[in-house]
């Protein structure tokens, strides 16, 4: 039996970057998840995207819960008001922690640091390690060139998840949730680890 969604982690940039549109998304995104009684996960930034969808999901009332680095909250970039801050050592940590909180994923824009959770994730998809659905919240096409590039490494036989049918890739925060909560674009999740592969 499928376990209903509690816990969203969001990957998001620590600026709000070029376009309006990409911090409305992050608001949209946070007030949803909480009031859809959802708890967000998130980096535990105060700035840029991670301070807006954090802010929008306490202002709704939500539960939130953000992770960050002991060098990151000595650099005063932590977001004091959330409903719980963990702090760990490294990013690896930090990966780690926000995936094992969470019961899916989604990516707003954001930039080396947000792309680095992404792919981490989708590898350990494809690797087994977890089943938990991913969505690229393609706010104004940001994700466009994403797939494209996922195109072309499906082409060149790097890749062994279909991102095209296991990957939510959608504009709209309610249909991604939707879709998230019935396990992804086709309803199922990524499969299930195998025990006897290595």
Request: aromatic fraction near 4%; charged fraction near 15%.
């Given at each position: 039996m499928k376990k209903p969604l509690g816990a969203i982690c969001v990957f998001c940039g620590a600026s709000h970057g070029a376009r309006p549109e990409y911090?409305?998304?992050a608001f949209e995104l946070g007030r949803t998840i909480a009031k859809q009684g959802l708890t967000l996960v998130y980096g535990g930034g105060r700035a840029g995207l991670m301070g807006a969808v954090a802010d929008a999901a306490l202002g709704a009332g939500g539960r939130v819960v953000g992770v960050i680095t002991k060098l990151l909250e000595s650099r005063e970039l932590a977001h004091?008001?959330?409903?719980?801050?963990?702090?760990v050592e490294s990013m690896h940590e930090r990966k780690?922690?926000?995936a094992e909180l969470a019961d899916a994923f989604i990516a707003l824009?954001?930039?080396?640091?947000t792309l680095d959770e992404l792919?981490?994730?989708l590898a350990w998809a494809q690797l087994g390690i977890h089943s938990k659905p991913v969505g690229l919240l393609n706010t104004a096409g940001y994700y466009d060139p994403v797939m494209v590039f996922l195109d072309q490494v499906e082409r060149e036989k790097f890749l062994?998840?279909?991102h095209r049918t296991e990957v939510v890739f959608e504009a709209s925060v309610d249909?991604?949730?939707e879709r998230l909560s019935r396990?992804?674009?086709?309803g199922a999740r990524f499969p299930a680890p195998d025990p006897h592969r290595g």
């Open positions: 911090p409305a998304a004091t008001g959330i409903s719980e801050l963990r702090v780690m922690m926000m824009p954001g930039g080396l640091g792919f981490e994730i062994r998840l279909n249909r991604m949730l396990g992804g674009p086709s």
